[in-house]
């Protein structure tokens, strides 16, 4: 775990290790076709879940992705009372959880459902479902060269209507998303693509510097990694700023002031408000990159935001 959060802060206070004028990275013949040790079904061994105390609602599902033909899983936290006849017709408000890191696994950030959890118990927040997804083999990205790669895609279209379609949510008036690390780089570009689909979004911890080295470089991260030219969080808020009936979700950005990414989260916010792109953020004093602990110090005021936006949102469906 050191070696990876090292290695993921190195990317993103250095520059790109190869020429900035380098305008494209060959693919890298030596590239396996999926990540050593990804799988589309990446539950928690039982002995682990135990350590973890995770709440009992908490349970792990799958589905049959239409577009790659096997099984695809995920966690989902069910508030107290889904599962009584009372409740039979009650539906409820999802928000979406991106994990962090590289390559996917829905085990990921599962950890965070305790905290959901006692906020529901102690009247902090109402009932709420949350999605804890597995994002692909280089998470939240389409990446071809990967063999099953449409991280992306399989989230946005498979994913979403797989859960409103199974389990009792209120569908896109009560859908939120958000993400941390790498999961809040995928969040910050699924919101820019398809704002239509939240009524809120809250990027944590996101790898902007990163990202801006994608942008710069015509879609190389690395001389080994290339993504598609513009699929970056900010050739597409430049894209999405030019939209002129563009759907405006509120947006927030979260993120610690020890974390490695703080100082790029500071300058991706000033570029938005250039783009007039409104968004606010929720700043945590002495955190380090981690949505833990993130969530131990200011997580409730986040899951409050969500909260906020979806009693707006039905407001304006009631009004209609």
């Known amino acids: ?33 999926t990540p050593e040790g990804f799988h589309w079904v990446s539950p928690i061994p ?23 033909g096997i099984e695809v899983g995920y966690y989902l936290y069910l508030p107290p009372g889904y599962d009584d006849k009372a409740n039979a017709e009650t539906r409820y408000p999802v928000v979406y959880h991106l994990h962090g890191g590289r390559p996917g696994g829905e085990f990921k950030s599962v950890g965070l459902s305790r905290f959901v959890d006692a906020a529901i118990r102690n009247g902090d927040i109402p009932p709420t479902i949350y999605v804890f997804p597995n994002g692909g083999p280089m998470s939240w990205y389409n990446y071809p060269r990967f063999e099953n790669g449409r991280g992306e895609d399989v989230f946005v279209n498979e994913t979403i209507p797989h859960i409103d379609a199974t389990w009792r949510t209120l569908g896109r008036e009560g859908r ?6 790498q999961g809040g780089r995928g969040t910050t570009r ?3 693509k398809h704002p239509e689909r939240f009524v809120s979004a809250a990027p944590g911890g996101s ?49 610690g002031t020890k974390g490695f990414n703080y100082e790029f989260n500071l300058k ?49 469906e009631r009004a209609r």
Not at 220 to 242: I, M, Q
Not at 274 to 279: A, S, V
């Open 207 to 255: 790898g902007y510097g990163p990202e801006k080295v994608v942008r710069e470089n015509n879609g190389a991260e690395s001389e080994t990694v290339v993504f598609e030219p513009g699929d970056n969080t900010w050739d597409l808020a430049a894209a999405f700023a030019k939209r002129p009936d563009r759907p405006k979700p509120p947006i927030r950005l979260w993120v």
């Open 176 to 181: 939120a998303i958000e993400g941390f690390s």
């Open 190 to 192: 699924i919101l820019l």
């Open 1 to 33: 775990m050191k070696t990876l959060v090292f290695a993921l802060a190195m990317l993103s206070a250095t520059p790109a290790s190869f020429s900035q004028d380098k305008r494209t990275a060959a693919p890298d013949p030596r590239s396996p076709s």
């Open 46 to 68: 039982e002995a682990r879940r135990a350590a973890m105390k995770l709440p009992d609602s908490v349970r792990h599902a799958t589905f049959k992705s239409p577009s790659m």
């Open 268 to 316: 991706y916010s000033a570029y938005l408000k250039e783009l007039g792109i409104e968004h606010d953020m929720l700043i945590a004093e002495g955190v380090d990159h981690s949505a833990g602990r993130f969530y131990e110090k200011r997580g409730l005021e986040l899951m409050q935001w969500h909260q906020a936006n979806f009693a707006a949102a039905a407001a304006r």
